[in-house]
């Protein structure tokens, strides 16, 4: 006897059914996983054996952190060529503001500021490192030959921006008569200060003083009257008692009082600008024997610092977010300004590593009094070696150097030619640890 079998109703029990169901169920989420972005936990300190590099999926984060990137350089290329053509035709730049500099003025750079800390982060996934950071040194002519880690052991563009070199890359000039470089990038302005204001020109056309720059400091009035007669007179007297008063009576062997006005005919003043570019070693290094004894944190705004908004932001240098730090080397006062830019607003210091830069504000008025840190006011402070690391800038920005050096006494024509040279001109690329200037 035959049995016919009903299309109408399954012969499969409702447990087949129901098996039948989970296997497709998995066999979806085998396919899926296939395309899941991992997630490797490696870091500068080392690799991890988890991300094995078949992941397929980019995070909308690193997108749009490359996005991001494209555009800078970008942007990068087209100022170089309007520079490159000025300078072809011999022009000078010059101070002369425009539509734009305007403009920033009404966007959040702060906020944009730490988006983009936020997303250089994000941990990239392992297979895509090599390829981004090889990206970025061709775009921004980085030498990864100096790279202390295998380009993998970055975990995020952080990482690879505030990178350590190898041993050995930056030799460090021995000569003890010699101010090296703090950090690596291009020279855009250096010289003496003379006579009252102390003025450091930020382009032709436009000047900041030191005072507005470093803020509030006992020497700096001083140091402005280097080329008065020996004789003190009564404002010099009230400031050397002042001096004596303050944490500054501070020497480098002994806390012995520090009177200014007795090497003022012994000592100029003198400042180095130099401006690190995106692809430059971001690290900042000390760029002489020196105890530094007080930190500045103002919390300004952050405007980029790039040739144009150099020469169309006024005081664009007194403006932005900045750290100073103040101290005392062989021949004098010595001060270094770390400044911030747009993107880069995060200064590292390595010195005081609780420091944190770019917070949101509490106050939305421009006038915030800077945060000051004394370091040891009855020592010595934080004691460095030259060439030792100091501070970092995500990515890249500026650094001013304001210092005392040896001058030669007058003459008896009334002339005077200092006797420290700078090594450098203005446009040279200097690197860490190569000469600034010189004194006999």
């Known amino acids: 006897m035959k049995y016919r079998v009903s299309h109408r109703f399954p012969a499969f029990s409702h447990h087949a059914r129901?098996?039948?169901q989970l296997n497709q169920t998995r066999s979806f989420t085998s396919f899926m996983k296939k395309f899941q972005t991992s997630q490797p936990h490696a870091s500068v300190s080392g690799g991890s054996g988890s991300s094995q590099g078949d992941?397929?999926?980019?995070?909308?984060a690193t997108l749009a952190t490359i996005l991001m990137l494209g555009a800078l350089h970008a942007r990068r290329l087209y100022d170089d060529k309007k520079t490159g053509?000025?300078?072809?035709?011999?022009?000078e730049l010059e101070f002369q503001p425009d539509v734009k500099a305007t403009f920033l003025t009404v966007l959040p750079l702060r906020s944009i500021s730490r988006c983009w800390g936020y997303l250089t982060s994000v941990e990239i996934p392992l297979w895509l490192r090599p390829h981004l950071y090889r990206a970025w040194a061709r775009?921004?002519?980085?030498?990864l030959e100096e790279v202390a880690f295998p380009l993998e052991e970055y975990a995020t563009l952080r990482d690879f921006f505030i990178r350590t070199l190898k041993e050995g890359s930056r030799p460090i000039d021995p000569d003890p008569q010699?101010?090296?470089?703090?950090?690596d990038g291009t020279v855009l302005r250096f010289g003496e200060l003379t006579g009252a204001g102390t003025m450091i020109e930020q382009v032709k056309g436009f000047s900041y003083s030191v005072s507005s720059l470093l803020g509030a400091?006992?020497?700096?009035?001083?140091?402005a009257d280097d080329n008065m007669p020996k004789e003190r007179s009564e404002s010099t007297t009230a400031i050397g008692e002042k001096s004596k008063r303050s944490w500054w009576s501070v020497s480098l062997a002994s806390p012995k009082v520090w009177d200014p006005t007795s090497s003022c005919p012994k000592r100029g003043f003198f400042y180095c600008v130099v401006y690190l570019k995106p692809g430059d070693y971001h690290r900042i290094h000390s760029p002489a024997n020196w105890n530094i004894l007080s930190r500045r944190h103002f919390s300004g705004r952050l405007y980029p610092v790039n040739e144009r908004a150099v020469r169309t932001i006024r005081n664009l240098y007194l403006e932005n977010e900045r750290v100073v730090l103040e101290g005392l080397w062989q021949e004098g006062f010595m001060a270094l300004a770390a400044i911030g830019a747009t993107n880069i607003g995060s200064i590292e210091l390595?010195?005081?590593?609780?420091?944190?830069?770019?917070?949101?504000?509490?106050?939305?008025l421009h006038s915030e009094p800077p945060e000051e840190r004394v370091y040891e006011p009855k020592g010595v402070g934080r004691a460095l070696k030259k060439g030792d690391e100091l501070a970092a800038f995500n990515?890249?920005?500026t650094v001013v150097l304001v210092f005392q050096a040896p001058i030669p006494k007058l003459h008896e024509e009334g002339n005077s030619s200092p006797e420290f040279n700078f090594c450098v001109k203005r446009g040279d690329r200097i690197r860490v640890g190569e000469a600034l200037g010189r004194w006999h």
């Open 217 to 223: 400091s006992p020497f700096l009035p001083a140091i």
């Open 85 to 91: 053509e000025m300078r072809e035709k011999g022009m």
């Open 178 to 183: 010699c101010l090296i470089s703090p950090v």
């Open 395 to 397: 990515m890249g920005s």
């Open 139 to 143: 775009a921004f002519h980085s030498n």
């Open 350 to 364: 390595f010195i005081e590593p609780e420091l944190k830069t770019n917070k949101p504000r509490k106050k939305l």
């Open 55 to 60: 992941s397929f999926l980019i995070p909308g």
């Open 18 to 20: 129901l098996s039948h």
